[in-house]
């Protein structure tokens, strides 16, 4: 026979009970960090009793919280409120259960008990390692001017083209283009490039390296706005050509990158707090680490 659970409108069944614990457990270290105040949460609003014991609307946030912002939206109506409010019943009932067999008693129950108090542990104190850590508009400046090449934008070229298959299409497309007609029209009547067609054969940006070779070369030797290269041919089919701006080698500017550096420098910066309070941790607490150890030679008087 096998059992299957409706946690949250996820079925869950009797077979991955061992990775539902783990979810379960790692449910627990996500929660130390949430904030019932994003939902309103009333903690002292009873929805249900079981038993002797009380279930609030904390709790059972607390519990759709891991399953993310669609377990939210079903809470949200009046079937997913009692859905979910049914799931955490069940886990209760079950959790009672398992305390009258005794079953929070046997080895394993009591291992994956201890794994779990300790990641737990391990997640309160990295947090409070962390805490406040903070980088200042000054700090994210000074890195980025320290590092000008790691914000440096390389040239580029904005350009349309037309690409046909034959030697037949292409004079058609040459003679529309020679007799005046624009470029984006005939782009849109003739090119078989699927992904810029539509767009006039628009392919945006692009710096060196993004195209074929002869694509490229014959992109970058367009020296104004507006004009149209000789047709070239790659493995693609003809391309023509047209140059609709050269964008020189640049810096991006400190604003526009200032959000995205404040991040990546924040990680940085707690990875290494990080490490250096394990180090530190490391002098506080005997540590062996027996695999590092070489193994003992065996004399040869010994059999």
Known sequence: MRVVINFAGLKILSSGVINLARKIFAAFILVLSFSFCAYGADSEKVLARVGSEDITEAEVLEFIQPFGQQAVMLYGTEQGRKMILDDVIAMRLYALDAQDSKLDQTPEFQA???????????????????????????????FYDSNPVMFK?????????????????LAKVQSELKDGKSFDVVAKEYSRDPGSAAN?????????????????????????PGDVSEPVKTQFGWHIIKLEERIPESVMPFEQVKDRLTNELKDQKT?????????????????????????????????
């Open 112 to 142: 994956q008990l201890l794994n779990a108090k300790r990641a737990m542990l391990a997640q309160a104190a990295m947090q409070k390692a962390v805490e406040g850590l903070k980088i200042s508009d000054e700090e994210a400046k000074k």
């Open 153 to 169: 934008q390389p040239e580029r070229v904005h350009a349309r083209h037309i690409l046909v298959s034959g030697d037949e299409e």
């Open 200 to 224: 006039g054969g628009d392919l945006g940006e692009f710096p060196r390296g993004m195209m074929v070779p002869e694509f490229e070369k014959a992109a970058f030797e367009l020296k104004n």
């Open 271 to 303: 990875q290494q707090v990080l490490q250096d309070k394990a180090k530190e941790l490391e002098s506080k607490y005997k540590v062996e680490r027996l695999t590092d150890k070489p193994k003992e030679e065996t004399s040869p008087d010994k059999k």
